[in-house]
């Protein structure tokens, strides 16, 4: 009985864990991985010039869409987040004593965890929060596109933020079939890894290619115009 009793306590925090890697992997990949390649990808739309920007980006939604949406997003989120700092307090790293490419990997892993944290709220309340509050509306491609060109911070913040999130999704496509159990061969490991890969450059190249479309127009004359001179748009507004 004692055995048993042994044996049944030491297999619950196992399997509590596993549930936990499980339920924190899930909750990166749907629906934040999705989440986040469809808003690269509709931030492409910057090459289409400012109003297909705005439709395809800040467009004002139905409050009710509004608010699911963002519970749909920000909820696993939050939990993915405290789930990944979680981890990265019971961490510990062997990179000194084991200077392969994978323990690199692993580190970057982290490392990236927190930048990317740190970018999305920098992200959020810049682009979104702030705009609401002082003017009604989103931020607008005539601000953001000055901001890239004519600030070098927040174009630097941009390129780093979306390579660390390319990374940090990318490369957890490749551990997560570890915890899934779809990379369990060394064959399906090498298939999912260079999908990994591939995931990683199309983010960047979506990210960064919306960067540039919108730093490439914050240096035309007429936008830097507009955005100091344009009255604030009340909410609801289509710009």
Do not use: C
């Not at 869409?65 to 987040?81: A, F, G, R």
């Not at 990374?167 to 779809?182: F, Q, R, S």
């Amino acid at each position: 009985m004692s055995t048993t009793s042994d044996t049944e306590t030491s297999a619950s925090p196992s399997t509590t864990s596993i549930l936990s890697q499980r339920v924190g992997s899930f909750l990166a990949f749907a629906p934040l991985a999705v989440w986040v390649t469809w808003h690269l990808y509709s931030n492409l739309s910057a090459f289409q010039g400012p109003q297909a920007w705005e439709a395809a980006v800040t467009a004002p939604r139905a409050p009710l869409v509004e608010v699911l949406t963002s519970t749909i997003v920000l909820l696993p989120l939050v939990i993915h987040t405290l789930w990944g700092f979680r981890r990265l307090r019971m961490v510990k790293f062997n990179n000194g004593s084991y200077s392969n490419f994978d323990n690199m990997k692993f580190l970057l892993q982290r490392l990236s965890a927190v930048g990317v944290a740190l970018f999305i709220v920098a992200h959020v309340s810049m682009a979104r929060i702030r705009p609401l509050v002082l003017h009604g509306h989103h931020e607008t491609f005539a601000d953001i596109s000055y901001e890239m060109n004519h600030n070098p911070p927040t174009l630097i913040v941009y390129l780093l933020g979306i390579l660390g999130v390319a990374y940090h999704l990318a490369n957890g496509v490749a551990t997560g079939g570890l915890t899934w159990g779809y990379a369990a061969t060394d064959k399906a490991r090498d298939r999912v890894k260079n999908l990994s890969y591939l995931y990683f450059v199309l983010l960047l190249a979506m990210g960064w290619g919306s960067v540039f479309a919108l730093a490439n127009a914050g240096d035309n004359p007429r936008r830097m115009e507009q955005r100091v001179s344009a009255p604030s748009i009340p909410a609801g507004v289509q710009h």
